[in-house]
């Protein structure tokens, strides 16, 4: 239920980013999160639990289209890979920090309602602080409130940059003027740059969850028992490794997405996904032909600990920071609302089948399948998704118009431009 909340968060906080603004959907996500927190924490019975995990999932759909693009608009563009992949870096070291606290309310009266009520504090802290930072300067911008925008930009660029940031921000509201119209959910359909740009980003998004992330980071104690370790305390302490490497790895990608690219670090993740991947399928299908050598289920836990190594600094932050990219800025916030509803439905359908299909086909034949798919993945990023390593929105929407019209639309190519000064 918490999946289904974040699905149709995602699903409306694009409308509400573009409606309301990046902080006020970032307050409501809090309140509605720490609500859920609340709810779940006195839940008198199962169906009162399932509402706060509802209300949380919605909070957490909201949050997860908001915080990129909000983080994306207010930053410089050679460090923006960066800093959208340090909002990665807060959930998957958030995930980590659970697992600890989760392990320490185990010794406490009323374990699981603390648990799941403590979550409620990071989201009061969050809106607290939220309401002393200022909206985002574009959206403040397309708004119509050029005198806020430019406040909020003169502490984040030196004059010389500012006025070049104000300059590209016109020409921006100039374009949306010209267009008069509301946009809508299927005019991200109709224009064949805009669909092309979210082939790009909800093709990511999708390929995340279905090279199986979250089912490792779900089930990561339950693969660490069929690997062979029957122990609880073991595979819960296995999988609290996994967490750790998982946060590492993160930090590691926030250094190299501005430094190798968006683009070049995705297909070398996804490479060092697909071999550990086959490593994990080869030991789950050694220990199931009858050999009981704990060598085998100590494989599986190096084909784990490879994955999260190279997924994490890779397609971990790449998709949501290519998302936060890579659409005009009219369409910034109902396509980033769309991808990420393809996200946490990729994310259900994976979480929902994978032990379905462990059962039916084998684990080791289960892992194939997501080796597979992630050859797939390969194929989808050379062909699909362009390089936007340090270029403005408006290199990057140029980009789209040529990918749709050819490199002979309007006018010459803003890269060749730039290459030639």
């Known amino acids: 239920m918490a999946l289904v909340g974040a699905m149709v968060g995602a699903a409306s906080g694009g409308w509400i980013n573009d409606a309301y603004g990046r902080k006020k959907a970032t307050l409501l996500a809090d309140v509605v999160f720490a609500a859920g927190a609340v709810v779940m924490a006195i839940a008198p019975d199962p169906y009162v639990l399932i509402l706060g995990r509802l209300l949380v999932g919605l909070g957490v759909g909201i949050a997860s289209v908001t915080a990129p693009v909000y983080i994306a608009e207010a930053s410089p563009s050679e ?130 969850q279905f090279t199986g992330i979250n089912t490792v980071m779900y089930y990561s104690p339950t693969i660490v028992q069929m690997a062979g370790f029957k122990s609880n305390q073991l595979a819960l302490l296995l999988s609290l490794i996994v967490a750790a490497m998982n946060a590492a790895g993160t930090i590691v990608g926030i250094y190299l997405i501005d430094h190798v690219g968006r683009k070049k670090l995705a297909l070398s993740s996804l490479s060092g996904v697909i071999a550990s991947l086959v490593i994990l399928a080869g030991a789950f299908f050694a220990e199931s032909s009858g050999s009981s050598h704990g060598l085998y289920g100590w494989l599986a836990i190096i084909g784990l600990a490879l994955y999260i190594a190279f997924f994490s600094p890779g397609m971990g932050p790449v998709p949501w920071t290519v998302n936060s990219e890579v659409y005009p800025e009219q ?38 399948i997501l080796a597979g798919i992630a050859v797939l993945a390969v194929a989808f990023v050379i062909v699909f998704v362009p390089e936007t390593k340090g270029l403005t929105f408006v290199e990057v929407e140029q980009i789209w118009k040529e990918r749709a019209w050819g490199r002979g639309y309007n006018t010459e190519s803003l890269l060749e431009q730039g290459n030639e000064s």
């Open 79 to 208: 460090v923006r890979g960066g800093l959208v992949s340090t909002n990665v870096l807060m959930i998957t070291g958030g995930q980590f920090l659970s697992y600890i606290v989760n392990l320490a309310f185990t010794e406490v009266p009323g374990t699981w309602r603390w648990m799941l009520g403590v979550s409620a504090v990071p989201a009061v802290i969050q809106f607290f602080f939220m309401l002393c930072l200022p909206e985002s300067p574009r959206w403040l911008f397309m708004k119509n409130e050029k005198a806020k925008a430019i406040a909020v930009l003169s502490k984040i660029y030196d004059i010389a940059r500012l006025e070049d940031e104000v300059d590209h921000l016109s020409a921006a509201l100039e374009e949306e003027r010209q267009k008069k119209r509301t946009v809508r959910y299927l005019d991200v359909f109709k224009t064949k740059e805009i669909r092309l740009a979210f082939l790009a980003g909800a093709g990511l998004q999708a390929f995340q």
């Open 331 to 368: 369409y910034r916030g109902i396509c980033g609302g769309m991808s990420a509803t393809v996200n946490w439905i990729s994310n259900l359908i994976v979480a929902q089948t994978f032990l379905t299909i462990a059962e039916a086909v084998g684990t080791g034949a289960t892992f194939l």
